[in-house]
């Protein structure tokens, strides 16, 4: 089989291995769950190499990330639910639909904010219709302000959108230091729950002291997400620098102790 740039070869080679007997026996044994995570890991792949822009890698990231929808659509074909072809036509559908200032008879010189108005609103018209589809379960029923925000988003993005539903409604701290208050109030708590050494009231205290965390982000227009992108980018530099100090020594990481490479990351923080 050779490489295409037709997407039906993409198709028929992810059928070829989920073919039982023949197939490749890791791609048999997934399902769904399995691959979510690989999905959003690719996703954030894809997001790095924008951010580095790196054109050459944002091109590969993007087909990891085809990949992806295609792995799901096989599994979904397998249990005739749906295919490849329905998900290009539900996509193509809904762009048709929310864009009728494009493909519709009418005045297409718009005004961005007003794009956005009939975007917003053919949204919410297409989520009211897939939700009048579901079965009605009378414990979800109720319709929550935080209904709206996704739950397939990481955990930092979905914080903060969380946080931003509810201050519409004046459910909100109006001064940063108050949010700051309140991480140091959460810091004490793990402090209470390290000395019980109560482990799921320590992940639980956790999660607290990140959410807190977030809403202080948000309250300085920080992204989170970016945030901790840049510092985690910023730890790899400094780390980086106790090997390269080390090394120049004829030493390894292992060598070091702790004292010594503390006194280095001081130094890298220092050089940065």
Not at 18 to 45: H, K, M, N, S, V
Not at 54 to 61: A, P, T, V, W
Not at 130 to 153: C, F, I, M, N, Y
């Amino acid at each position: 089989m050779k490489p295409s740039r037709d997407i039906a070869r993409l198709i028929e080679i992810m059928a070829a291995l989920r073919t039982e007997g023949t197939g490749c026996p890791w791609d048999l044994e997934q399902d769904f769950a399995t691959i979510a995570p690989y999905t959003i890991e690719e996703a954030y792949e894809v997001v790095e190499a924008i951010s580095r822009g790196d054109l050459d890698d944002l091109r590969e990231e993007l087909g990891d990330l085809l990949l992806q929808v295609v792995f799901h659509a096989q599994m979904a074909e397998e249990q005739n639910a749906f295919a490849f072809g329905d998900v290009v036509e539900a996509i193509t559908r809904k762009m048709i639909r929310r864009h009728p200032h494009v493909f519709a008879d009418m005045d297409g010189n718009l005004a961005p904010s007003h794009v956005k108005e009939v975007w917003d609103r053919i949204k919410a018209e297409e989520k009211a219709e897939r939700a009048a589809r579901r079965p009605r379960d009378e414990t979800t029923s109720h319709k929550s302000l935080l209904s709206g925000v996704k739950a397939g988003q990481p955990a930092l993005t979905r914080a903060m959108e969380l946080q931003r539903k509810a201050s519409t409604v004046g459910f909100d701290w109006n001064d940063p230091r108050a949010v700051l208050a309140k991480i140091r109030e959460e810091a004490d708590e793990i402090e209470a729950a390290l000395d019980r050494n109560d482990k799921q009231e320590l992940v639980e205290e956790t999660g607290d002291l990140m959410f807190a965390l977030v809403n202080l982000a948000r309250h300085v227009d920080a992204d989170p997400e970016a945030a901790l992108r840049a510092t985690n980018a910023k730890f790899e530099r400094r780390f980086a620098y106790i090997e390269r100090a080390l090394a120049a020594k004829g030493r390894s990481l292992e060598d070091a102790s702790l004292e010594e490479m503390d006194a280095l990351w001081n130094e890298a923080k220092t050089a940065s």
